[in-house]
C-alpha cells in the first residue's frame, strides 16, 4: 500500500555532499555543526516512521526510464537497519567532526545515502543504484587513507566491488527477462533459479562470505582514521539486510557463516595490525549474522538483526579506538605499541567497552545478541554449527577481548613515545558508542522491540549468566597461559587475496603471453603474405593500365594527361591572370554574338 | 583534549598490583565453578553440557590449543613481511 510519504534519509545525506564542495576549509570551524544535520534528520525521520495496519508500507514509486523506483519501503526488517544506521551515522559524524577535509565528509556522506538508499529499496534496480554509490564512495574513502599502500588497496578493493555489483547486476536483468519484475522479495530455497544464485553471489561478495571475503581486512585497515569506522558500519551490514530480506534459510548461507565465524577469529588471533584484526573479526561477526539468516527461523533471524544492530555499536566503537591509537601514536601495529594505559586511560575504557561487548560479556549488547542466534541454532537442531559459533567466540575475547588490548595498552612498562593530542569530539562519540552498548546490553527489549517477529527470548537467566562467564573467564586464563606465544610480530598473513592473484596473474598471462604471441603471428603472416601481395598487386594493376587499357583506348588517356598538364600550367592562381583570362573570353562572346546576330 | 593524569596514575598502580588482581581472578574463577555444580543447564544443546566445568574447560582447551595451532604451526607457513603486498 502506498499511504506514506517521509524525508528520506538519503536526500539529506547527498544533500550535504553537494553542499560541501562549496565552503571553504578555512572556515571549517563554522560549517562543521552542519554535518550533524543529515544524522540528525535521519534520526527524525526513521524514528517518526510507523508501519500501516497491515504492516509494511510503500512510497508512490518514482517513474524513471519507464521503470518503476520504489525509495521506499518501511516494514520491521527495514526499519531495524534503519535505526542503528541513522544512530551510526551520528556518532560517525561526530569522530570526524575535527576534519576540515571536505572530500573525507562528501565521501562519508554519500557511502551513508547509499546505505540509507539500499535499506529503504522496494526493488533490484533501485538497490543497485544505491548499491554502486556505496561502492565508490567507500573506495574514496580508503584511498583518503593517503598513502601508497591505501591507493593499492583502494584499487583492490574497488575492483572487487565492480565484480559484486555486475554479478548482481547480471542477476537482476537475468531475472527481469525470466519473470518480467525487478521486484525484491524473499526466494524460496527450493525455488531459487540461476539468476536468484548470481544475485546471492554479488551479496555475498559485500558480505564478506568467505572465500570472496578477503577485500575487507586489505582495505579497511589502510582506511582514513575517520571512514574506517564509517565502512565498518555499512558495506557489510547493508549485504546482512539483503540476505535477510531475499535469501532467508538457505542452508548454505548457515554453513559459510560458521565458516566465516572461525575464518575471521582464527586470522585474527595471529594479526598485528590492530585495525586488521578488527577487519577480520568483521568477518567473524558478520558470519553470526549469515548462519542465523540461513538457518531461517523467527529466533535466528531475529537474532541476525540483533546482532547487526549490537555489532554496528560495539565493531564502531573499537574502529574508533583502534582509531586513535592511530591518531596519536602514528601507527596501530601492535609490535609498536604497548604500555599505552595510563597515558590514554580513556581511549582504552572505551575501547575495553567495545571488546567486552563483542566478547558476548554479560550486560553488554553482544551478550543479548549473540546468545539468541546460538541458541536459536541449537534450538533448530544445528548443534554442529552452535558449536562452532561457541569456538569463535572463544576466540573472539581471546584476540579482540584480551590480546589487542593487552598488546596495545599494557604488556609493556609506561610507553614514552610523543602522542598527539585526541580531539575532544573523538571522545564523545566514542562516549556515546559505549554508553549506547551498555544500555542495550542493560535494557535488550529496547533493541528486542524493534525486531522483525516477536521473540520472548530472556537473555538474563542464572544459567546464560554462568555460561557466558565461565566461557569468558577460562578463555582468559588460556590467555594468560598462551600469552608469550600470541605475542605480535611484524608483518601480515596470507589469505584468499592469493588466489585472487593468481586468477588476476593468469588473466594476464593469458592476455599478454598467448594472445600476445597470435597478434604477433598475425602481423607477421599479414606483413609477409599480405602486404607483399597487395603490393605486387598494385603494381601489375599499373602496368595493366598504362599499357593495356591505354593501347586499348589509343593513348586517350595519355592524351587527357598532357592535356591536363597545360590546363594545370594556365591555372597560375594569381587573379589578374584570371581576370584577364574572363575579360578576353567575355570579349570573344561578345564578338561572336555580334558577328551571328 | 588532554587525558586525565589521575585515572593514569589509578592504572599504574593496578598495573604494579598485578599479582593480587590475578589471585582474585583464581578465585573468582574457581567461584564459578562451584556455582556450576548448583547451577545447570535444564535444557543442554550439547551433549556434556550438563556436566559442571563443561564451559570452563571449552573455554580453556580452545583458547590454549588455537593459540598454540595458529601461532605455532599456521602462522610460520602464511606470514609475510608488511612490504610484500606492495
Known amino acids: 500500500m502506498t499511504d506514506v510519504s517521509f524525508v528520506h534519509p538519503s536526500l539529506a545525506f547527498v544533500a550535504l555532499a553537494l553542499v560541501l564542495p562549496w565552503l571553504k576549509a578555512e572556515n571549517h570551524a563554522a560549517w562543521r555543526w552542519l554535518l550533524l544535520l543529515p544524522p540528525v534528520v535521519a534520526i527524525a525521520s526513521v524514528v517518526s516512521l510507523t508501519l500501516g495496519p497491515d504492516g509494511p508500507r510503500m512510497i508512490e514509486p518514482m517513474r524513471y526510464l519507464g521503470v518503476n523506483l520504489q525509495?521506499?519501503?518501511?516494514?520491521?526488517?527495514?526499519?531495524?537497519?534503519?535505526?542503528?544506521?541513522?544512530?551510526?551515522?551520528?556518532?560517525?559524524?561526530?569522530?570526524?567532526l575535527h576534519l576540515p577535509e571536505r572530500r573525507q565528509h562528501i565521501a562519508a556522506s554519500l557511502y551513508i545515502a547509499g546505505a540509507f538508499g539500499c535499506v529503504f529499496a522496494g526493488d533490484y534496480l533501485t538497490l543497485f543504484i544505491f548499491w554502486e554509490l556505496m561502492s565508490v564512495a567507500s573506495?574514496?574513502?580508503?584511498?583518503?587513507?593517503?598513502?601508497?599502500?591505501?591507493?593499492?588497496?583502494?584499487?583492490?578493493?574497488?575492483?572487487?566491488?565492480?565484480?559484486?555489483?555486475?554479478?548482481?547486476?547480471?542477476?537482476l536483468l537475468m531475472r527481469h527477462q525470466a519473470t518480467g519484475s525487478f521486484d525484491f522479495m524473499p526466494v524460496s530455497p527450493d525455488a531459487a533459479r540461476y539468476y536468484d544464485w548470481l544475485i546471492l553471489a554479488g551479496f555475498a561478495v559485500n558480505a564478506a562470505v568467505v572465500p570472496l571475503h578477503a577485500w575487507l581486512p586489505d582495505a579497511y585497515p589502510e582506511s582514513s582514521v575517520t571512514g574506517a569506522v564509517f565502512m565498518s558500519a555499512f558495506t557489510t551490514k547493508t549485504a546482512v539486510y539483503v540476505?535477510?530480506?531475499?535469501?532467508?534459510?538457505?542452508?548454505?548461507?548457515?554453513?559459510?557463516?560458521?565458516?566465516?565465524?572461525?575464518?575471521?577469529?582464527?586470522?585474527?588471533?595471529?594479526?598485528?595490525?590492530?585495525?586488521?584484526?578488527?577487519?577480520?573479526h568483521i568477518v567473524s561477526q558478520v558470519g553470526y549474522m549469515v548462519a542465523g539468516i540461513g538457518i531461517g527461523?523467527?529466533?535466528?533471524?531475529?537474532?541476525?538483526?540483533?546482532?547487526?544492530?549490537?555489532?554496528?555499536?560495539?565493531?564502531?566503537?573499537?574502529f574508533m579506538g583502534a582509531g586513535c591509537l592511530l591518531y596519536s601514536?602514528?601507527?596501530?601495529?601492535?609490535?609498536?605499541?604497548?604500555?599505552?594505559?595510563?597515558?590514554?586511560?580513556?581511549?582504552?575504557?572505551?575501547?575495553m567497552v567495545g571488546a567486552v561487548s563483542i566478547s558476548g560479556m554479560p550486560f553488554f549488547n553482544g551478550f543479548v545478541s549473540k546468545t539468541m542466534t546460538i541458541t536459536g541454532a541449537a534450538e533448530a537442531h544445528h548443534?554442529?554449527?552452535?558449536?562452532?559459533?561457541?569456538?569463535?567466540?572463544?576466540?573472539?575475547?581471546?584476540?579482540?577481548?584480551?590480546?589487542?588490548?593487552?598488546?596495545?595498552?599494557?604488556?609493556?612498562?609506561?610507553?614514552?613515545?610523543?602522542?598527539?593530542?585526541?580531539?575532544?569530539?573523538?571522545?564523545?562519540?566514542?562516549?556515546?558508542?559505549?554508553?549506547?552498548?551498555?544500555?542495550?546490553?542493560?535494557?535488550?527489549?529496547?533493541?528486542?522491540?524493534?525486531?522483525?517477529?516477536p521473540t520472548d527470548y530472556v537473555p538474563y537467566t542464572p544459567w546464560h549468566l554462568l555460561q557466558a562467564s565461565l566461557l569468558l573467564g577460562f578463555t582468559g586464563l588460556g590467555f594468560y597461559y598462551m600469552h608469550k606465544v600470541l605475542h605480535p610480530k611484524p608483518g601480515r598473513n596470507l589469505d584468499f587475496d592469493v588466489l585472487y592473484r593468481i586468477v588476476g596473474r593468469l588473466f594476464y598471462g593469458l592476455v599478454s603471453v598467448p594472445l600476445a604471441f597470435l597478434d604477433g603471428l598475425w602481423n607477421d603472416v599479414y606483413e609477409k603474405l599480405g602486404l607483399k601481395g597487395l603490393w605486387q598487386s598494385a603494381m601489375a594493376t599499373i602496368v595493366f593500365d598504362t599499357k593495356g587499357i591505354d593501347g586499348v583506348l589509343d593513348g586517350s588517356a595519355r592524351g587527357v594527361r598532357d592535356f591536363g598538364g597545360v590546363t594545370g600550367r594556365l591555372q597560375t592562381g594569381r587573379l589578374q591572370d584570371y581576370l584577364t583570362g574572363v575579360a578576353a573570353l567575355g570579349l570573344a562572346i561578345f564578338a561572336l554574338v555580334w558577328a551571328l546576330w | 583534549m588532554k587525558e586525565s593524569e589521575t585515572l593514569g596514575r589509578l592504572l599504574e598502580k593496578a598495573q604494579a598490583a598485578s599479582a593480587s588482581f590475578r589471585k582474585a581472578m583464581y578465585l573468582v574463577l574457581l567461584a564459578l565453578v562451584v556455582l556450576n555444580v548448583f547451577i545447570v543447564s535444564h535444557h543442554p544443546h550439547f551433549p556434556g553440557e550438563e556436566i559442571p566445568g563443561f564451559w570452563a574447560a571449552f573455554g580453556l582447551i580452545f583458547a590454549v590449543v588455537m593459540s598454540f595451532v595458529l601461532k605455532k604451526i599456521i602462522f610460520p607457513v602464511i606470514h609475510r613481511t608488511e612490504e610484500s603486498y606492495d
Open chain 1, 71 to 96: 525509495f521506499g519501503r518501511i516494514d520491521t526488517l527495514s526499519l531495524v537497519f534503519a535505526h542503528v544506521f541513522a544512530i551510526q551515522s551520528l556518532i560517525g559524524m561526530l569522530y570526524a
Open chain 1, 139 to 171: 573506495t574514496c574513502l580508503v584511498w583518503f587513507g593517503a598513502n601508497d599502500r591505501a591507493t593499492a588497496a583502494g584499487f583492490r578493493y574497488f575492483l572487487f566491488h565492480v565484480l559484486g555489483g555486475l554479478l548482481l547486476l547480471a542477476g
Open chain 1, 243 to 280: 540476505l535477510a530480506r531475499a535469501y532467508a534459510g538457505f542452508e548454505i548461507l548457515a554453513v559459510m557463516g560458521v565458516v566465516m565465524c572461525l575464518w575471521g577469529v582464527f586470522y585474527a588471533t595471529i594479526e598485528n595490525n590492530a585495525r586488521r584484526i578488527l577487519s577480520y
Open chain 1, 297 to 318: 527461523t523467527a529466533m535466528t533471524i531475529d537474532g541476525a538483526c540483533a546482532h547487526a544492530y549490537a555489532h554496528i555499536l560495539y565493531k564502531g566503537l573499537l
Open chain 1, 329 to 351: 601514536a602514528g601507527t596501530a601495529k601492535l609490535s609498536e605499541l604497548g604500555g599505552l594505559a595510563s597515558r590514554l586511560p580513556l581511549v582504552m575504557i572505551c575501547y
Open chain 1, 383 to 453: 548443534t554442529w554449527l552452535a558449536l562452532g559459533m561457541e569456538i569463535a567466540a572463544v576466540g573472539t575475547f581471546l584476540s579482540v577481548g584480551i590480546k589487542l588490548p593487552y598488546f596495545a595498552f599494557w604488556s609493556k612498562p609506561k610507553n614514552d613515545m610523543p602522542l598527539k593530542p585526541i580531539p575532544w569530539n573523538m571522545y564523545l562519540g566514542m562516549g556515546i558508542s559505549s554508553f549506547l552498548c551498555l544500555f542495550t546490553g542493560l535494557f535488550p527489549q529496547t533493541l528486542y522491540s524493534l525486531l522483525p517477529y
